[in-house]
């Protein structure tokens, strides 16, 4: 049987509205897409609110039109700009003739974590387990069964501003459309693009928006530290329209082309001018002076959130780049990498459709909607059944 899911995402300079469809044989396929550029938010509040409405319902209209149906319902991604992510570490003891964890006892390591988060401001939209110990031993996700006296945990909360949870269903409460479920459109980025091998050595994942960059650390089924910085690749525009004087548009252009790494007699890049009558061209030499030392800004204030996060990184820890900042560059990962003086990889391809980097976040989000969903369907299956959906449907959103 088919069903129809709609999820609206957030980005920083455009809203990404989303129409899949599920069934039995295909788990998604997206039927409709709407995108609509807007002035997105900085410092937790919207750049131009008095213009959001206008652009949510541009994107949601281009969506219902490629769907070729109606939206009454919506799920929605929090961005990482409205959350906070507290990761917290508790125990419980086994006790017993022949102590063993069982589904009880991980019950009980949450509904602790619970009690240690509950003086936060906000609302929980994610709660997932980054690893479970048993008597100090390996990390692992699937503790139950394991002989032990102490079960530990780390347990990751994601929990949204209610500023934007009241102020977004309000304004789609007056487009008639109903909030299904909000989501950390961080969270679901993570689990979508980061393989689990590399989740259980401790992963980055920097997404580069256009005003902001978030920067995460993902252990296991969590996002277990994140940090929003005021940055992005719209900032090295405004550089270059600055320094080079031309328009905006014009130093997007130069933006994208850009490549990092080359000779600066090997390549020119040439826009046109703000009247359109002729044609200025800089060579490499004169677009890098301009654009290099915003990017190397960005590089130190990557670097600088890693290391005081606390995070720390294996000698097999990955870090991975998308948005549509650097990762659209020729040599914008190498150049990035050589700054943080560790490697950076590209995600993995996940999707067919819409599987440019700037659409990662909303991907992510959907594919973490249509998780929730398939695992509330399905009856917790405990110890004797797959011990992963037995968190699942224990964690619900």
């Known amino acids: 049987m088919k069903s129809t899911i709609a999820a609206i995402d957030f980005g920083t300079s455009k809203i990404v509205t989303l129409v899949a469809e599920t069934s039995g044989t295909q788990r998604c396929d997206i039927i409709g897409a709407g995108i609509a550029a807007y002035d997105g938010f900085l410092d937790g509040e919207w750049n131009n ?50 102590p063993r964890v069982t589904p009880r006892h991980v019950e009980k390591i949450f509904a602790n974590a619970d009690k240690q988060l509950s003086p936060v401001r906000g609302v929980v939209v994610h709660r997932s387990p980054a690893w479970f110990m048993v008597d100090g031993g390996k990390k692992t996700l699937e503790p139950v069964g394991m002989k032990g006296t102490e079960l530990k945990a780390l347990v990751s909360f994601v929990v949204a501003d209610t500023f934007f949870l009241d102020d977004v269903m309000a304004r789609l409460r007056d487009m008639n459309i109903t909030i299904s479920g909000f989501f950390s459109s961080s969270t679901g980025e993570a689990m979508l693009y ?68 080359i000779s600066t007699i090997a390549q020119s890049y040439s826009v046109s001018s703000g009247d359109g009558l002729k044609t200025d061209t800089f060579t490499q030499e004169q677009v890098a002076e301009v654009l290099e ?105």
Request: charged residues 25%.
């Open 49 to 98: 609110p008095s213009l959001l409405n206008e652009a949510v319902g541009k994107s949601i209209a281009e969506a219902e039109l490629q769907a070729k149906r109606k939206i009454r319902e919506m799920n929605v991604g929090v961005p990482g700009e409205f959350t906070r992510v507290y990761a917290v570490e508790t125990s419980v003891t086994i006790q017993g003739a022949d």
């Open 194 to 261: 980061l393989l689990e091998e590399d989740r259980d050595r401790t992963a980055i994942l920097i997404d580069m928006g256009y005003l902001c960059t978030d920067v995460m650390a993902v252990e296991g089924d969590a996002v277990i530290y994140q940090k929003t910085l005021p940055i992005g690749s719209g900032h090295i525009s405004a550089d270059l329209a600055e320094g080079l004087s031309i328009p905006l548009a014009a130093a997007e252009q130069i933006k994208r082309e850009y490549v990092f790494g």
């Open 293 to 397: 030392p915003r990017v190397d800004e960005i590089a130190q204030m990557i670097k600088n959130c890693i290391e005081e996060s606390g995070i720390k990184l294996g000698n097999w820890s990955t870090i991975y780049l998308t948005g549509g900042g650097l990762s659209l560059n020729r040599g914008g990962r190498d150049y990035l990498a050589s700054k943080l003086d560790k490697p950076v990889r590209e995600t993995i391809k996940r999707t067919i459709k819409l599987s440019s980097p700037i659409y990662a976040s909303a991907m992510g989000l959907m594919d973490l909607i249509i998780d929730t969903i398939e695992t509330r369907n399905v009856p917790a299956s405990g110890v004797a059944g797959g011990i992963k959906e037995f968190f699942k449907n224990l964690l619900g959103n």
